[in-house]
């Protein structure tokens, strides 16, 4: 267990280093520290990480990269036929304590996946499973309840990333007898998460949250912002860590047939 924890430190950490802003900031500091030295390379570092950085945070560049990251449409009600069950990740910002609630709450992210998942949930009549840390879990439990008139039937409240919660939720519900649910999860998580639940023995029917849809417009789409910066950062994140994730399941089996 020391040694997973130790592991899942180490990815937050080299995902926080590596992916903007931290990321460029770096490479412009390193330039930075060069030029006086080295002026080529350190005009071309700063140049480099000032400009990673600025397009990083331009609405149109964090569009093209949103969409390079979803690969699933809209849920299609439909095609929830069949399913068993509505699993909910968290993996996102919560409140521990939010005054104005009186109790935890759910982050802009994790309660927009929360929101949705009720409404599918409205939608199906299915019951519903929270799955990630454990003030994740009970955000989104009360957030539930509280705003949306949905009751939690299964917390999963030990899981620190996806893979964790592919494994523990999938041996919470096939002990149920559970094979097939609805997943939802931001709409640049959703292939990387359904990749996870189904190697881990579930039917995946995918209901991502966030797709994309055009929000600024005119110059507004190349002027950074901090909302840009996010979606970038969400979008790279998840390109990176699927050829990661693929890595290590080819790996796993080699280890396996070897």
């Excluded at 009360?142 to 039937?153: E, F, K, M, P």
Aim: glycine share 8%.
């Amino acid at each position: 267990m020391k040694v997973a924890a130790m592991l899942i430190t180490l990815k937050a950490l080299l995902r926080t280093l590596i992916l903007p802003p931290a990321g460029p900031l770096i490479v412009a500091i390193a330039g930075s520290l060069l030029i006086g030295r080295r002026r080529r390379l350190g005009g071309a570092l700063l140049t480099a990480g000032l400009a990673s950085l600025w397009l990083c945070a331009t609405p149109v560049v964090a569009d093209a990269l949103s969409r390079l990251a979803e690969r699933y449409p809209a849920l299609d009600l439909n095609r929830a036929a069949g399913a068993q069950a509505i699993v909910i990740l968290g993996g996102a910002q919560a409140r521990l304590a939010a005054p104005e609630y009186g109790g935890p709450a759910a982050g802009l992210e994790l309660l927009e996946r929360v929101s949705y998942g009720a409404f599918v949930a409205r939608k199906t009549s299915l019951p519903v499973l929270v799955s990630g840390m454990a003030e994740e879990t009970s955000a989104m439990s009360a957030s539930l309840a509280r705003d949306y008139g949905v009751s939690t039937r299964w917390i999963e409240n030990q899981s620190r990333d996806t893979y964790e919660n592919a494994r523990f939720s999938s041996r919470l519900l096939r002990a149920q007898g559970i094979n097939r649910i609805v997943l939802v999860t931001s709409s640049t998580h959703l292939w990387r998460a359904a990749h996870e639940f189904a190697s881990a023995g579930l039917e995946v029917v995918p209901a991502p949250v966030g797709l994309w849809a055009p929000r600024e417009t005119g110059v507004l789409r190349i002027v950074p912002s901090a909302a840009g910066l996010l979606r970038s950062y969400a979008a790279l994140y998840e390109l990176i860590g699927e050829p990661v994730r693929e890595a290590l399941a080819a790996l796993h089996l080699r280890r396996q047939s070897a």
